[in-house]
């Protein structure tokens, strides 16, 4: 249309056709964009950062959005990558903050979603986890309109204020997104991820970071620049005891000076929790699990000698563990049993509803007006999602972990390659330690007011590697290993 309206007016357009535009605008918007960037950001905060920070924060952002949208392998990547290394967070007004994780996986989600559609192609990869993962979100979905309308309009939608300063609506919306985002992570990863290399660089990217995560919380060395610093919570202990010793298992085709490599890093990460955070029994019991776990489905006879080498440290210290560790749990947690015996039997069985729940958060309202001055938060994942969705939606989550370790337990000796049969084990190993883990605390849906929205940092890698073991189903092959050697 313009060369038309130029050609009219008598100017020639054939040597225009010759420049490449699209080169000279990148270059001419990059260099005005850099400019701007060298006049403002010296003056400029964003939502608390530097200009230089946000600046650089929002070019990775576009470089990521960008890669997602060429290939959704890039976006389970990005899902790692930030809640590892990005801590930047959005501030919601409040105490609380939304972590960068939460929106790129968000991102992630909507893209593959918005994928099918655009394919006329809405189907996922079939499992014994699909039924009862979706039925989990829908319910959690219809979880917060019903603790509106349904129960107490004193407590529910009125947009009272909870201890966070924020309103109660925003603090369920808060909730309601941890608790179908994270199961939709899984999904996403469970349908996506469909040729071996990456696989192995989530191993890598999981284990890499092992040695640096150790120094940064010893104090030694922390880096830290515009909003990227390697943080990797509470769960990952779990995870990287799992892969090394997994790896170091039932993979025969690594070298055997790495597969060592590995399991001295597992022996440091348990150790450095046994002994240096032993009363943190989150940061290193799950852990132990996951090894014990895989070590018995490698080699009964290794299982035991390790439990007898385990009782024998163990008694050798006894009056440090019973008297350090064991006092300082009963010292601070021993009110425990009765917060959980309150929010299931007082309030979930005759207060709210014991079928459907209060919905996202809502046992909480009830026990500040029943109990006021002395309501606690369970720190008890199995006790929040049966006070937050009933027995109903309790029962569809257990049918959904039951789903996820059957798939990866059937699939198990069918691997093609010795490291997908290791990732596979690994990852199963992971699942029951997490399984362990959410009875000492809310690592894998994160309550608003214990960990927190933050918290979802922390939960989202351990989500994405189990979507990362179904996904393996598509790899499947009819061999048939055995699982353990005498």
């Known amino acids: 249309m313009i060369d038309d309206g130029l050609q009219r007016i008598g100017i020639d357009t054939t040597p225009l056709h010759r420049v490449r535009w699209t080169k000279w605008i990148l270059a001419l918007a990059a260099i005005g964009l850099a400019g701007w960037m060298g006049l403002t950001a010296p003056r400029l905060y964003v939502m608390g950062r530097t200009g230089f920070e946000f600046l650089f924060m929002m070019i990775l952002l576009v470089i990521g959005a960008v890669l997602i949208f060429y290939r959704l392998e890039f976006g389970v990547l990005a899902i790692v990558a930030s ?7 959005f501030s919601t007004g409040s105490q609380s903050a939304v972590p960068i994780s939460l ?32 039925l989990f979100i ?39 997104a941890l608790m179908i985002l994270l199961p939709a992570v899984m999904l996403m990863t469970a349908n996506v991820l469909k040729k071996e290399v990456w696989f192995k660089i989530l191993f890598w990217i999981v284990v890499a970071v092992a040695i640096p995560e150790l120094l940064s919380r010893l104090g030694i060395l922390r880096l830290s620049f515009a909003g990227i610093a390697l943080n990797t919570g509470a769960s990952y202990a779990l995870w990287v005891v799992a892969f090394t010793v997994g790896q170091a298992l039932f993979n025969t085709s690594f070298p055997k000076p790495l597969r060592a490599a590995l399991v001295a890093i597992a022996t440091i990460w348990i150790y450095y929790g046994a002994e240096m955070g032993a009363t943190w029994f989150s940061g290193w019991m799950p852990a132990a699990i996951a090894l014990m776990f895989l070590v018995f489905m490698r080699s009964r006879a290794l299982f035991f000698v390790l439990l007898i080498l385990g009782l024998a440290v163990f008694s050798t210290r006894i009056d ?16 425990r049993f009765e917060i959980w015996q309150i929010i299931i039997f007082d309030l979930t069985l005759t207060k709210t509803n014991f079928l459907f729940g209060a919905g996202p958060v809502g046992y909480l309202p009830f026990y500040e007006t029943y109990y006021p001055g002395n309501a606690w938060v369970s720190h ?8 937050e969705v009933g027995l109903v939606g309790f029962a569809i989550f257990l049918w959904m972990q039951y789903g996820i370790f059957r798939s990866g337990w059937d699939q198990r000796r069918a691997m093609p390659t010795p490291f997908l049969t290791a990732f596979n084990y690994s990852v199963l190993g992971g699942f029951t330690g997490t399984l362990f883990a959410m009875g000492l605390g809310d690592w894998h849906i994160p309550f608003v007011y214990n960990i927190g929205i933050p918290g979802f940092d922390v939960a989202v890698y351990g989500w994405l590697l189990l979507g990362a073991m179904l996904a393996l189903r598509s790899f499947r092959t009819n061999t048939a290993p055995t699982d353990a050697h005498a």
Do not use: E
């Open 320 to 335: 440090h563990y019973v008297q350090n560790i064991w006092n300082d749990a009963v010292h601070y947690d021993a009110n």
């Open 380 to 387: 008890n994942n199995y006790v929040d999602i049966f006070a």
């Open 138 to 176: 829908l319910l959690c979905l219809l979880s917060v309109p019903y603790s509106w309308l349904m129960l107490r309009p004193d407590l529910f939608g009125n947009g009272g204020t909870g201890r966070s300063g924020m309103s109660f609506t925003f603090v369920q919306l808060g909730g309601l």
């Open 83 to 89: 809640s590892f290394f990005i801590r930047f967070t």
């Open 103 to 134: 929106l790129v996986s968000g991102f992630v989600v909507a893209v593959w979603v918005l994928s099918m559609l655009a394919r006329r192609k809405l189907q996922l990869a079939p499992g014994k986890y699909v039924a009862p993962t979706l």
